[in-house]
């Protein structure tokens, strides 16, 4: 599905408002390099390990937002 994940960036932003935001909206960069990196094809400057270290903090802003606002939004695992 083409666009599949700005989807998620779209509704993620929708879902949280305009006042969480600023911790959103760095899933769209996120989500852009992640195809840069998978799909090389312009002159782009390296993926740093600090890049990754930096965005994996963004990331774990933007999950703590979801589960403050939603709860434990993982799947469960197998049944015992």
Known sequence: MKGGHMVVHDAALALLGEAHA???RPL???RRRRHEVEYPGR?????T???VEEDAVRVEAILALV??????????GPPT
């Open 28 to 30: 769209d960069r996120i």
């Open 49 to 51: 390990a600090e890049d």
């Open 22 to 24: 600023a911790t959103v």
């Open 43 to 47: 002159d782009l400057p390296r993926l």
């Open 67 to 76: 589960e403050q606002r939603f709860g434990d939004t993982r799947p469960a």
